[in-house]
């Protein structure tokens, strides 16, 4: 007579893996894919609303007009972010390398936006650490000076700003407008500039650089949307006439 054995706790097991493998799996696909599209997902809860009214020079597109080549680049930003880059490293945000550097004549100096709640932060001219600082991007010039002052400052999810610490400082950098200030302390004296331009560009676009040396300007450079390293929020001020 045969004997026949009947192991059913073994398949319930291997039943109770495969289905946790499964929803694992897809929990997966679905953070990846949040991931890789939080761009234009933090653009429509953020920036939208903020910029409908203002008059803003951007490439970031409406979801309504999503292409095979919008999604290319949104996917090959993830995998940028996900490379291990420093971005608390100014340097690394642009491709850019200026061609005539020379040594700025302060060291640190302060600027002050009302708007945002940024008092008296510290901008360095010798270094391009962004965790400790602002910084004025070496090769450009120093506010009051004839020239464009480029100052660059980490952005994050505008729940998470403070003004205090400098990876979250311009969180808020989006709800500038046209003729909000900005002022720049240095050597003990305050400059008041004016913003008249704000607009979003690519990465590889290194125009921001450009030394005008007609007036004095300070151009902040930040990521945009919040969260992200997609694009680069840009905003214009000149120096105010006394």
């Known amino acids: 007579m045969n004997k026949y054995y009947y192991h059913t706790s ?17 929990l997966i696909g679905i953070l990846i894919t949040t991931y890789i599209f ?3 997902i933090s653009w429509q809860i953020y920036f939208a609303p903020a910029f409908a ?23 090959s930003q993830a995998s940028i972010i996900t490379s291990g880059i420093d971005y608390t ?5 642009f491709s850019y390398s200026p061609s005539n550097e020379t040594k700025p ?3 640190l100096f302060t600027i002050s936006i009302p708007k945002i709640n940024i008092k008296n ?6 270094d391009t650490n962004l965790s400790n600082h602002l910084i004025n991007y070496p090769g450009t010039s120093i506010p009051a000076d004839k020239g464009n002052s480029v100052i660059f400052g980490h952005s994050t999810l505008p729940q998470l700003f403070n003004p205090k ?3 979250t400082i311009f969180a808020n950098a989006y709800l500038l407008k046209e003729n909000d200030l900005i002022y720049a302390t240095v050597e003990n004296i305050t400059y008041k500039y004016r913003v008249y331009n704000i607009s979003v560009v690519d990465p590889k676009d290194t125009s921001i650089f450009t030394q005008d ?14 969260g992200t390293i997609w694009k680069r929020l840009i905003i214009k001020a000149r120096l105010e006439k006394i």
């Open 53 to 75: 009214s203002s008059n803003l020079n951007t490439p970031i597109p409406r979801p309504e007009v999503l292409n095979p080549s919008l999604i290319g680049s949104i996917i």
């Open 165 to 167: 610490n400098y990876k």
């Open 105 to 107: 004549r302060v060291s």
């Open 38 to 40: 939080f761009p234009l």
């Open 121 to 126: 932060a510290l901008v360095s001219t010798v």
């Open 89 to 93: 490293n100014a340097e690394n945000w």
């Open 213 to 226: 040396l007609n007036d004095s300007y300070i151009t902040l450079v930040t990521c945009t949307p919040p």
């Open 10 to 26: 073994d398949k319930k097991f291997r039943k109770k893996i495969t289905k946790i493998a499964g929803i694992s799996i897809l």
